[in-house]
């Protein structure tokens, strides 16, 4: 067995009357791939803020490393070794792909850093040039961020959340959007990925879930519905129901 480096016990949150995500429980195995899975509304995303610290949660834990995090801010969370990626890309448009990252890994240096010129961040640097030459974006490297492509900018955003070297990578929807050959190739870096992080994501292709998934969640209004092998997950009836309208 593979140690769970996150784990969620009976997370809760409501919106006015709407139990927006419902008593979830689950762990997520060190450097594996666990994607969660629903129809819209199903409160994916709103899990994902629950375990980011972007929404606070009215009963439940976050552990990391069985540590919990439940009710910390974003930063402190982040700073427990937790990034994530968004469902509408977060970048500085105006900067270059260079900076982008470099004002992410900026987080490596130590605080006495903070004043001194970017050249004497060489932490930082090594990051930017690592992760550049591993999302293929070194020939991209002075350009605008306006300039890349969607599929570009979705890639980017990946290593930019890569950039602080974190333990857990939340990744909200990361294809949406993109081509097929897009989507293949930042299916096959995700995968590459969980050599070195663990990866949560939240995915809509079905087929590529099913290629791409150690284990799969699946959400179904507010509620954890099923876990399991993609295998599994495929031929569970109340899963199928909920996708298809029948078992």
């Known amino acids: ?52 610290g972007a929404v606070r949660a009215v009963a439940g834990a976050v552990l990391i490393d069985g540590t919990d995090h ?23 448009f105006e900067l270059t792909v260079a900076e982008n990252l470099r004002l992410a890994a900026q987080i490596l240096e130590p605080m006495r850093m903070a004043l001194r010129p970017v050249t004497a961040s060489r932490a930082a640097l090594a990051r930017v040039d690592e992760l550049l030459e591993r999302f293929e974006l070194t020939e991209k490297r002075a350009m605008p ?13 990946v290593a930019v959340a890569l950039a602080g070297k974190p333990k857990i990578l939340l990744l909200d929807e990361p294809t949406q959007g993109m081509s097929h050959g897009d989507t293949a190739d930042t299916a096959h870096l995700i995968k590459s990925l969980a050599s070195d992080v663990t990866v949560l994501l939240i995915e809509h292709d079905i087929g590529l879930v099913m290629s791409l998934s150690d284990t799969v969640i699946v959400m179904h209004q507010g509620r954890k519905l099923a876990e399991g092998t993609p295998e599994a997950v495929r031929g569970n009836p109340d899963v199928q129901s909920a996708y298809f309208g029948h078992a």
Do not use: Y
Not at 145 to 157: A, I, M, N, Y
């Open 70 to 92: 439940a009710g910390h801010t974003p930063n402190q969370i982040q700073a427990a070794g937790l990034a994530r990626s968004f469902q509408i890309t977060n970048l500085f």
């Open 1 to 52: 067995m593979t140690a769970s480096v996150l784990e969620v016990r009976g997370l809760s949150v409501s919106f006015g009357g709407l139990r927006a995500v419902d008593n979830v429980s689950f762990a997520v195995a060190r450097n594996r791939v666990t994607t969660v899975i629903g129809p819209n509304g199903a409160g994916k995303s709103t899990l994902f803020n629950l375990i980011s």
């Open 145 to 157: 961020v306006s300039k890349l492509s969607h599929g570009e900018q979705r890639r980017l955003e």
